[in-house]
């Protein structure tokens, strides 16, 4: 079982909808949870991190995470074309000197169609 | 403030071969962290480096090695160059500080193909 799974999609879903994007972990001393976005040909750029469980907001954007469920997600309202990339969820292992060792999940492909 | 920048972003190389990827950290970070990505996965990450020092490593072998220098930037090196090299490399930066801090800025990386 990898440590963190993703589905990876695609998802296509139309203009306006609530997108959710989800993963599952195994290690339960994860404590850092993160999402990121890639559009094609790019690095990954942070939108959110989370630590513990709940919930956290920023603009159209929530991350959700349920430790006791070992699944995080994160909610897209409102969506729009130029959210059309790749969205990759992101922790770090509770280890010294880890803090660089993010471990991805294989990313969700998203496309939002006008 | 300028971002992450790696050169090239785009190399071709033959099997056997070494290959230098290069890392310019962002303005005022001080850690530089690598990793691998092949088409369709997440990135998987190589090692870390801080005050030029490798300071935490992944599951990939030896020929992977790499350098932080005094200005922070970093070089990968991979030797003998294997056909599943092939994949996207990323460098990521941070201003490393004792308890959290995971604001890795990332470059566009580095697109290697080995033939």
């Known amino acids: 079982q990898k440590e963190v799974e993703q589905d990876p999609g695609p998802l296509s879903v139309p203009e306006g909808a609530i997108v959710s994007l989800n993963c599952t972990y195994s290690?339960?001393?994860?404590?850092?949870f993160m999402w990121y976005r890639q559009y094609s040909r790019k690095g990954p750029e942070l939108l959110m991190y989370?630590?513990?469980?709940g919930n956290k907001e920023d603009g159209r954007f929530t991350a959700q995470v349920d430790k006791s469920s070992k699944y995080i997600s994160l909610f897209i309202r409102d969506s729009q074309p130029s959210d059309s990339a790749t969205y990759l969820c992101?922790?770090?292992?509770?280890?010294?000197?880890?803090?660089?060792?993010?471990?991805f999940g294989k990313g969700t492909k998203l496309s939002v169609k006008p | 403030e300028t971002g992450v920048t790696q050169s090239p972003t785009h190399l071709i190389k033959t099997r056997g071969q070494q290959v230098t990827l290069r890392c310019s950290s962002q303005?005022?970070?001080?850690?530089v962290s690598w990793y691998q990505q092949a088409l369709g996965q997440g990135p998987q990450f190589i090692f870390q480096?801080?005050?030029?020092?490798?300071?935490g490593r992944g599951n990939f072998p030896p020929r992977f090695s790499g350098l932080q220098f005094p200005n922070y930037s970093s070089e990968l090196n991979v030797n003998a160059l294997e056909l599943d090299d092939s994949a996207l490399y990323l460098c990521?930066?941070?201003?490393?500080?004792?308890?959290?801090?995971?604001?890795?800025?990332f470059g566009s990386g580095t697109r290697l193909t080995v033939v």
């Open positions: 990521a930066s941070t201003q490393f500080r004792t308890g959290t801090n995971y604001g890795y800025t």
């Open positions: 992101a922790m770090i292992p509770p280890m010294v000197g880890s803090q660089g060792n993010l471990i």
């Open positions: 303005s005022g970070h001080n850690t």
């Open positions: 989370t630590y513990s469980s």
């Open positions: 480096y801080y005050r030029e020092e490798e300071n």
């Open positions: 290690n339960s001393a994860f404590q850092y």
